[in-house]
């Protein structure tokens, strides 16, 4: 039952980044920006190639690395939901799920992915550079992952010593 709840997470968190992406699509012009405070702003950009328009000029190449990257990461997640325990192991699975499927979906269905949220920056290129909550959730779900595979698989073990002790 409680792996239900990821699974029902990542939807959640998909339906969500779907749902702000058709926003920027119905309510804004390519280029144009909205103000959300005084560094972080709202535009509509197209990305026809991976992170930081990487090989933008392959975008067939780049649906299918997409669904092969979303398709391997979702395997994963279904390995790391089998056991119990875990639960921030699981809670990244299921962040990086909902993100790969979320920019995915909108590689095969648009053609492009829609990124709207840009950070203000002394830097230009750092102020040029746009995401979307797919992109935060990958990010997280795999610092999340990374920092529960470091810091939990000591514990796992010694749990699993202690069991089979009292089992003898």
């Given amino acids: 039952m409680k792996r239900l709840w990821f699974l029902g997470g990542s939807t959640v968190l998909f339906a969500a980044d779907q749902l702000m992406k058709t926003y920027v699509e119905q309510n804004m012009d390519k280029g144009e920006e909205k103000n959300l405070t005084d560094r972080i702003v709202l535009r509509r950009v197209h990305n026809k190639g991976m992170c930081l328009n990487l090989l933008d000029g392959e975008p067939g190449l780049v649906k299918y690395l ?71 959730f990958l990010a997280a779900g795999g610092a999340a992952a990374l920092a529960a595979s470091l810091f939990s698989s000591g514990k796992t073990e010694r749990k699993q010593k202690i069991q089979n002790k009292d089992m003898q």
């Avoid at 056991?83 to 790969?100: E, H, N, S, T």
């Avoid at 053609?111 to 995401?131: A, E, L, Q």
Wanted: positive net charge.
């Fill in 66 to 136: 997409s669904l092969f990257s979303a398709a391997v990461l979702t395997v994963i997640y279904a390995i790391v939901l089998a056991p119990a325990g875990g639960f921030w192991k699981k809670k990244g699975f299921a962040l990086m799920a909902a993100g790969a499927w979320s920019n995915t979906f909108d590689r095969w269905t648009r053609g492009h992915v829609v990124d709207y949220v840009g950070f203000r920056s002394k830097n230009n290129k750092v102020s040029s550079i746009t995401y979307n909550l797919g992109d935060f």
